[in-house]
């Protein structure tokens, strides 16, 4: 008998591991923080978060990291002259749009890394090429060093001028999946359908942890 009990807690035990939802990875930079809670010292995680920008979008409107509050969202860089992986790029990510397309919940945020040539209004015709409409998905343009740094100290992707490659600049090709607190949850490479498969898969699954099953 007192075997059968242990077997059937050992049951309750594997469903209830089983069933437990899933949760995405935290990823960057964490910091072990000391805080009272209720007189009493708690140890808390800080983990790294999108700080505040100020960009302008493909319709000339400010965009801000206050843009995307309540949203997740799928940051990259690009520019509309690269010759290499932008146009892979782009079709992938189209799919995601198309998928997540008229849903409040989420957002997409493209910055160019060659604002000299990739003015707003280049970027409003390349939107309009690309079939953009309405405010879910900005292109955006700012100032390059601002960009650049946010690319690389925040969104933990990298830009590089190099005149001996197409196009003159080697950047990453990376999706990055913020959640609704600014912190990275994911990077995708966005030149693979697979990887771009499971960005859309992780997405989903994302939005579950705002929205759990009671």
């Known amino acids: 008998m007192r075997y059968l009990v242990s077997l059937l807690a050992g049951l309750v035990l594997l469903v209830a591991c089983e069933t437990k939802p899933k949760r995405l990875p935290i990823l960057g930079n964490r910091e072990a923080v000391t805080k009272m809670v209720d007189g009493k010292e708690v140890i808390d995680t800080v983990y790294q978060t999108i700080p505040d920008f100020k960009f302008w979008n493909q319709d000339s409107a400010e965009i801000s990291l206050h843009t995307y509050d309540g949203k997740i ?3 990259d860089f690009f520019f509309t002259t690269c010759p290499t992986i932008c146009p892979k790029m782009k079709t992938q990510m189209l799919r995601v ?118």
């Not at 697979?194 to 759990?212: A, C, F, I, N, R």
């Open 97 to 214: 749009y198309q998928h997540f397309k008229g849903n409040s919940e989420v957002g997409f945020l493209s910055h160019t890394i060659d604002p000299k040539h990739d003015s707003v209004q280049v970027l409003h015709e390349y939107a309009k090429q690309l079939g953009i409409t309405g405010n879910q998905w900005n292109l955006v343009w700012g100032d390059k060093e601002k960009i650049y740094e946010i690319g690389q100290k925040s969104y933990m992707v990298t830009a590089t001028e190099d005149s001996a490659q197409p196009g003159g600049i080697v950047h990453s090709g990376a999706f990055i999946l913020v959640d609704k607190q600014k912190r990275i949850r994911g990077l995708y490479d966005g030149t693979e359908p697979e990887s771009v498969d499971k960005l859309m898969k992780d997405m989903e699954l994302l939005l579950t942890e705002y929205h759990p099953k009671q």
């Open 73 to 75: 969202y799928i940051a």
